[in-house]
C-alpha cells in the first residue's frame, strides 16, 4: 500500500515544512494525486527546484489529512472534525476533485438549522454543488413540515 511508503519514508523525494516540522514525501505520487503540487513541483517555477516546500496555507494536520489522502485515498472524518471545511476549501483550492466531492458529501449530510446559512454561503462562493444542492433540499423538507 502507498501509505505504508509514506510512513516508513522508503525513498521519499520530498519534504513538506508544516507548523510542526518536516514531513517526507514522494514527488510521484503527490504530482499524480494533486493538480496544484503537479504545476509546482513539475513546472518551471523555483519550487521544483527545491528539496522542502513550506505549508503556509493549513494547519499540520489538513496537510496530514490531504497527504493521506494522496496516498490511499482515505480520510478518518472522525479525524478532521474540527477542520472538515478547512480540509474541504484545500481540497477545492489544490484541485484533489474526488476529495472535495466526498467531503463536500460529508458536509451536506450534516446540514442543521444552526449552519444551513453558512452552508449556503459557503456553496455559492466555492460552486459547491453537493453543498448547495443539500442546503435546498434541507430547506425544502422544513418547507414540507
Do not use: W
Amino acid at each position: 500500500m502507498r501509505f505504508a511508503a509514506l510512513q516508513k519514508e522508503v525513498y521519499a523525494d520530498i519534504r513538506f515544512k508544516t507548523s510542526e516540522g518536516i514531513v517526507p514525501a514522494h514527488k510521484a505520487i503527490i504530482c499524480s494525486e494533486c493538480k496544484y503540487y503537479r504545476a509546482l513541483l513539475l513546472g518551471n517555477l523555483k519550487e521544483s527546484q527545491m528539496d522542502v516546500i513550506e505549508v503556509t496555507d493549513m494547519s499540520h494536520k489538513a496537510f496530514m489529512a490531504i497527504l493521506k489522502y494522496m496516498y490511499s485515498h482515505q480520510v478518518e472524518i472522525s479525524e478532521i472534525e474540527d477542520e472538515i471545511i478547512d480540509v474541504l476549501l484545500i481540497a477545492n483550492k489544490y484541485g484533489i476533485e474526488s476529495l472535495s466531492d466526498y467531503l463536500e458529501s460529508i458536509v451536506a449530510a450534516n446540514i442543521q438549522d444552526d449552519n444551513v446559512d453558512s452552508l449556503t454561503q459557503l456553496a455559492d462562493a466555492y460552486n459547491f454543488t453537493i453543498i448547495k444542492s443539500g442546503c435546498a433540499a434541507f430547506r425544502q423538507g422544513k418547507l414540507l413540515q
